[in-house]
């Protein structure tokens, strides 16, 4: 056992991320060894409803809500909320299918000796009809990516069905995969013994790609630091260590912090619960966010592909997103074009920085989404866009410019330079930007000291109650399951 425990273990993640994924931390993950030690919340969800589900078809039976009375009495109100849910779309999607579970033993990674490795990734449940029908169900629980139209679009069935190809190779299998959440449905009948060629192909040459890459495994700053757990001896963090949550702790071991989740946490314990540690599915959508991410990913696009100085880049690439007669965004754009700075070296755009805290306790990891990094006149300057309103007259008023700063001052200090954080204001009614954040060694060491002081608040919090006001209610995104929301009402259950 402890030398098949050894072997490296591949999962749909590893598959699908391969390429990207900092090549230092895919191959610990690949490889194993010591790692902090941090619960695995997204499970608490999948094992309080499979439980109740598989319970269900313990029998060849059609499920009912009644199978899942108290699943998941156990958790918070909000995961609860989920549950029961999940539970509703389960049996309007499956409420006319009498079948049977059936217990492969694949909760434990599959082994295959030919390739010298393990084989992880959930796989649901396999069930059988009355007349010998086999089928393979993949639930989501998180309404996380969804499949355009074939379930085998998605790594996590493809790595299910390999997984469950001795048990259906002889006969169709119909495959499943259901959004439990947001109620969204794809399946198709899948002939094993005709796609495996196929299907093993691909796997074998995405273990290819993860054992290309973690040849040489060099680390690279960026979104992976955020949940790391192989911080200790890492090169970019060189105070890193491993921390494991206490027991009965939900809390990783090494909190992350980003400006998104010191702002949840400033308007309200409960939502960071929820959100950033939980990671309970929204229920409620904030419709406001919608032209901010639009911008956000044109002017990515116009950066990636053209110049927004270019009239025809910027036509082309309206033209392109069916925005041509959009006034609003035209104008934004050219509001950035003004703002931009010309002749300036480009760093990146829509980049991540991270950095490590360890002493004084406790530890966390920083990150930070930068939309545009630039050197220019001495300084590392990082611009936001912002297509709201202007909250202050001063950049360094505002907690998550402070936070970049503090992020982004190592690299600056490694290139000789200061660090600016520019707001880009780009809605017309805001007619002058915020003054810059032009932080010394001063201000930096006082924003470490105050992120290091909400980790500790976040680290000691207990009771998680909800700050139960209606203007914060009214914008959260759990407001409908809440126990403590101000302005309930009824999940829309959104993106």
């Known amino acids: 056992m402890a030398e098949i425990q ?24 690949f490889e194993g060894g010591d790692r902090s030690s941090d619960p695995v919340n997204r499970s608490r969800l999948r094992d309080a409803f499979l439980a109740a589900a598989r319970a269900a078809h313990a029998e060849v039976r059609a499920p009912t809500l009644a199978d899942f009375a108290g699943a998941g009495d156990d958790l918070e109100p909000e995961e609860q909320a989920v549950v029961a849910r999940a539970a509703e779309t389960y049996v309007a999607v499956f409420g006319d299918r009498a079948v049977r579970y059936e217990d492969h033993g694949l909760d434990a990674p599959s082994v295959s000796p030919r390739r010298g490795l393990r084989i992880g990734g959930w796989v649901d449940l396999a069930v059988v009809s009355v007349d010998g029908a086999r089928e393979l169900r993949h ?42 959440v947001r109620g969204r449905v794809c399946e198709r009948t899948v002939v094993v013994a005709t796609e495996l060629p196929e299907l093993t192909r691909w796997f074998d040459k995405r273990v290819e790609v993860v054992r290309e890459r973690v040849a040489e495994p060099t680390a690279t700053i960026g979104e992976d630091c955020a949940t790391c757990a192989f911080v200790a001896a890492c090169p970019e963090h060189p105070t890193g260590a491993h921390f494991s949550s206490p027991r009965g702790d939900l809390r990783p071991g090494i909190l992350s912090i980003t400006p998104t989740s010191l702002d949840t946490w400033r308007r309200c314990t409960r939502e960071w619960r929820d ?32 110049s927004c100085q270019d009239d025809d880049d910027i036509d082309e690439l309206l033209a392109a997103h069916g925005l041509d007669a959009d ?9 950035h074009a003004r703002r931009c700075p010309r002749g300036a070296e480009t760093v990146g755009h829509e980049i991540t920085r991270a950095r490590f805290h360890r002493k004084p306790f406790p530890a966390f990891m920083a990150s930070a989404r930068i939309d545009a990094l630039w050197v220019h006149d001495g300084f590392l300057a990082a611009h936001d866009y912002k297509t709201g309103r202007q909250w202050s007259d001063r950049v360094g008023d505002d907690a998550q410019a402070r936070l970049q700063a503090w992020v982004l001052a190592p690299l600056a200090t490694a290139r000789g330079l200061r660090v600016r954080i520019v707001f880009e204001h780009l809605a017309a009614e805001v007619t002058d930007d915020a003054a810059p954040f032009e932080p010394d060694d001063d201000d930096l060491a006082a924003i470490g000291e105050e992120l290091r002081l909400a980790v500790e608040a976040m680290r000691a919090e207990q009771g998680f109650a909800g700050v139960a006001d209606a203007e914060v209610c009214a914008r959260c995104r759990y407001r409908s399951i809440c126990p403590d ?10 993106a």
């Open 6 to 29: 050894s072997l490296p273990k591949v999962t749909p993640s590893l598959l699908r991320r391969a390429d990207a994924m900092c090549a230092r931390r895919l191959a610990k993950e």
């Open 139 to 180: 639930l989501d629980l998180w309404a996380g990516r969804a499949p355009s139209r074939d379930p085998l679009d998605l790594e996590s069935v493809r790595t299910a069905v390999l997984r469950l190809s001795g048990w259906a190779v002889d006969q169709p299998l119909r495959v499943v995969w259901a959004d439990l």
């Open 275 to 306: 959100a950033h540690v939980l990671g309970v599915p929204a229920s409620d959508a904030d419709p406001a966010t919608d032209h901010g991410r639009m911008m956000h990913d044109l002017l990515r696009a116009l950066h990636d592909a053209g």
């Open 327 to 335: 006034l609003r965004v035209r104008d934004e754009l050219a509001r």
């Open 485 to 494: 929301s101000a302005v309930p009402g009824t999940p829309s259950w959104s």
